[in-house]
């Protein structure tokens, strides 16, 4: 039976501007712990912008306007006493191509979050590595080798690497931009199943332009077109029977 | 479908397969037409000839069975596209079963016309032909995508199952009356109860057709008018 | 649903074959004949143009280098400038090489890697950076005796420094900087911006991002960048001459303000001397120029290799 979750992140009204062009209009969304949330749409529909408000990775870059509240368990993550760093340790990302630091082992980036954000914990090191590395399904393939150079495993295992770095933080939210997009389809269905066990202890999102992988991978999905956010529903709904016209067009291939 | 699919060949493959079951479904009706016709006319020439046509139906519904699965497999289809496809797998079957009545009716004229014809077929004749018309309405709400024609249909259906109980009364009713018109009166009912299905099998194709348009399942519910 | 059926494809196939074992029997055109004749012309005349200028080099420097080797020895090496040429060495200007080169890199390296960290990681596009773009790309054509002139106005006259070590190597610095800020900018820019990105991600500011990640995978490209500036800077002889570096000296530098001498200065005074020794002693100390310079430029090429391999999957 599935318990009530708490709902972990919701935007209200977010727009974000890229000097004249609103790349994201006022999109309210919520994101729940437990379940996977498949964002689909369009080239240039915003989905990668949206996501990328959620960790305020826009602050690092110039001209960009966001508008309206992220709330990360009712704290508006904008907040002007809030520490960034703190939010990216809670909020993790891993990113379309594989990167791992490749001046670091193995065992060196998947703790390289800890250098960077002076976290405290408890646990040694080693058992921190050890079970994020267990969670993403890369310890026992590289468990002889964690001094090993990251460069030295293949796209996939890089990616799971990359997932392992940020597990180490235990963060609450998951985010995944593409994760998928630059391995190949052992290495795709792989990191699908992991997602799947993940979930349960994550409110995850996944920006994927593979609608396929959305409908195997996700709870809910939602559709962005030209930043506006058109439909959100239960996936089985969503790719069975839309309730806007646009989701249908885009999710048959009838776009454009 | 107003808009086309970016991909063509998809679209080309969806009118093939829809051009099909049209095929299909054209067919049946055609073998519905004549088997009451040849009801009407006492003709056994016609019903013989519908008998024999049968034989093509079969292979199309492999046929269609084969590409709607082989679409499946290749283009992952969601939404209508996806309703669309398990809606012809099913109907198919549906307008088999429609094949195999009217070649039973004919096959019950052609007995009944050996026989000595002084019976009274009348009501029958109408029924057939209101069956006759949901079978045109259900294709028309097929090829139209038309959910008020498909709603019609299983509306009708509630007046057919009622025609067929008051022919059933009088049937009996004139088998002991004239007890040496026995088989004629039997063979009259099998063929009544026939049409009876028939339209059952109407009112099934019509809910998978308001499936296919609207994505509700109206199955074993009693439909509202509004809905 | 098939548009062909098996018997066109094999009939197409076997039409192919026909076509292909015919043009094998004509041979080659002569249209392709050309085309390779030029092709080979093209390839003949690359070949030359780098070879060429490798012959005349060896030339002009085989006959110096012949001449140089036979007089060095260690009290060549050793020994002080002297009115006699077989008595003179070339200690003080070696010795003032070696801690020019020293301050010259103490100065110029932290500052030049600093300025590239700035305009590439932190600077906004403005105007501004523009601007100070412009003036680095500018300046690392500016020639060398300008500097000299630079140098001698503000580090040996306005600022008071005299014509000192501290002075020779904050002009030289200043030579090298537009070259290194540039060299060391491509090698940060080498760094691919996904790796910044991820440990942006993880938390880190900037800054920590910039030290942990990007300056670590940049760093050996910096320094076969700054070997390479460093080996230019020793190698000039137009700046250190207008400082007013000692074109005799007879002890050894003593401290940041004392006088210098340099190799190149020592080069370049000999060979003025009409005596033929002298100009066999110029040739001696330019063996040993050369000789420095060829460590510099071969450790930085071995430096990039060496990276390149261990590199692994980037």
């Known amino acids: ?117 002076r976290k405290r914990t408890s646990k040694s090191k080693e058992e921190i590595a050890e079970i994020a590395l267990k969670n993403a399904a890369l310890f026992d393939e590289v468990k002889d080798r964690l001094n090993a150079p990251s460069g030295a495993l293949s796209g996939g295992q890089q990616q799971r690497l990359c997932i392992a770095r940020a597990l180490a933080m235990e963060p609450e939210v998951l985010l995944l931009d593409e994760p998928c997009s630059a391995l190949d389809p052992i290495s795709t269905a792989r990191i699908e199943d992991l997602i799947h066990t993940l979930r349960t202890n994550y409110a995850i999102v996944i920006v994927t332009h593979n609608m396929q992988q959305a409908a195997r991978v996700s709870q809910v999905t939602a559709y962005f077109l030209s930043g506006k956010l058109i439909e959100v529903d239960e996936t089985r709904k969503l790719f069975t029977n839309p309730a806007d016209q646009r989701t249908e067009d885009y999710i048959t291939g009838k776009f454009g | 479908m107003i808009k086309n699919h970016t991909n063509r060949a998809f679209d080309n493959d969806l009118r093939i397969l829809r051009d099909r079951i049209l095929l299909i479904a054209g067919r049946v009706e055609k073998m519905v037409a004549n088997a009451i016709k040849s009801l009407s006319e006492n003709d056994t020439a016609l019903a013989q000839k519908t008998i024999d046509y049968d034989k093509s139906i079969d292979s199309d519904e492999v046929i ?10 290749q283009r992952q289809p969601v939404g209508q596209d996806l309703r669309f496809i398990v809606s012809v797998i099913k109907m198919v079957t549906y307008f088999e079963r429609l094949g195999d009545l009217a070649i039973k009716i004919c ?53 057919v199952d009622e025609l067929h109980h008051l022919i059933t009364k009088r049937l009996i009713a004139e088998m002991h009356a004239h007890k040496e018109l026995v088989e004629n009166y039997y063979h009259l009912l099998s063929i009544a109860k026939w049409l009876e299905r028939m339209g059952d099998h109407c009112t099934n194709l019509a809910e998978i057709i308001i499936y296919m348009i609207k994505g509700q399942d109206v199955r074993h519910k009693r439909l509202a008018p509004t809905e | 649903m098939a548009a062909f059926s098996e018997q066109d ?26 085309a390779q004749l030029v092709e080979r012309i093209f390839r003949l005349l690359c070949l030359s143009a780098a070879f060429l200028p490798l012959l005349i080099l060896a030339f002009l420097v085989g006959n110096t280098v012949i001449s140089g080797l036979e007089r060095i020895d260690l009290d060549f090496l050793t020994g002080f400038p002297s009115r006699f040429a077989s008595k003179a060495g070339i200690l003080p200007a070696l010795i003032g090489t070696f801690y020019l080169m020293l301050l010259t890199t103490i100065i110029a390296l932290p500052l030049g890697v600093a300025s590239a960290i700035y305009l590439e990681e932190y600077a906004k596009d403005t105007w501004f950076k523009s601007l100070i773009e412009l003036n680095v790309t500018n300046l690392a054509g500016v020639p060398s005796i300008i500097f000299g002139l630079l140098g001698l106005e503000l580090f040996v006259r306005a600022l008071g420094l005299g014509p000192s070590l501290v002075a020779g190597a904050l002009t030289l610095s200043l030579l090298i900087l537009p070259v290194m800020i540039t060299a060391t900018r491509e090698a940060l820019k080498t760094v691919p911006k996904n790796l910044r990105e991820a440990g942006l991600a993880l938390g880190g500011t900037k800054l920590s991002v910039t030290l942990r990640v990007v300056l670590p995978l940049a760093m050996s490209q910096i320094i076969t960048g700054a070997i390479l ?31 210098f001498s340099a190799l190149p200065l020592q080069i370049f005074q000999w060979v003025e001397r009409p005596q033929a020794d002298f100009v066999e002693n110029a040739s001696g100390a330019i063996v040993v120029l050369l000789a420095i310079l060829a460590i510099f430029n071969l450790s930085a090429a071995w430096l990039r290799h060496h990276k390149e391999k261990s590199r692994g999957s980037l």
């Open chain 1, 1 to 117: 039976m599935t318990q009530a979750t708490a709902s972990t992140m919701t935007t209200h009204n977010l727009s974000v501007r890229y000097g004249k062009h609103l790349a994201v209009d006022q999109v309210s969304l919520s994101i729940h712990s437990g379940q996977v949330t498949a964002i689909i749409g369009p080239s240039g529909c915003g989905k990668s912008t949206f996501i990328r408000c959620l960790n305020r990775m826009h602050d690092f870059i110039a001209g960009v306007e966001v508008d309206g509240q992220i709330l990360l368990d009712g704290v508006d993550i904008y907040g002007p006493s809030v520490d960034p760093v703190s939010i990216r340790r809670r909020v993790g990302m891993v990113f379309q191509k594989p990167n791992p630091f490749p001046h670091m082992s193995i065992m060196q980036n998947v703790l390289s979050g800890f250098a960077f954000t």
């Open chain 2, 64 to 73: 269609v069975d084969r590409m709607s699965i082989e679409l499946l497999a």
């Open chain 2, 107 to 159: 096959h019950r004229i052609i007995e009944l016309n050996r026989l000595d014809r002084s019976h009274d077929a009348g009501d029958i004749a109408d029924m057939a032909k209101s069956v006759q018309a949901m079978i045109r309405e259900t294709l028309e709400a097929f090829l139209e995508r038309d959910y008020e024609k498909a709603l019609s249909v299983i509306m009708k259906d509630d007046a």
């Open chain 3, 9 to 34: 494809f094999l009939s197409t196939a076997n039409e192919m074959k026909e076509v292909e074992s015919a043009r094998v029997i004509v041979g080659i055109t002569r249209e392709e004949k050309n």
């Open chain 3, 229 to 259: 500036s460093i080996a230019r800077a020793i190698g000039e002889s137009a700046p250190i001459i207008v400082i007013g570096a000692a074109t005799y000296l007879a002890f050894l530098p003593n401290g940041l303000l004392s006088e």
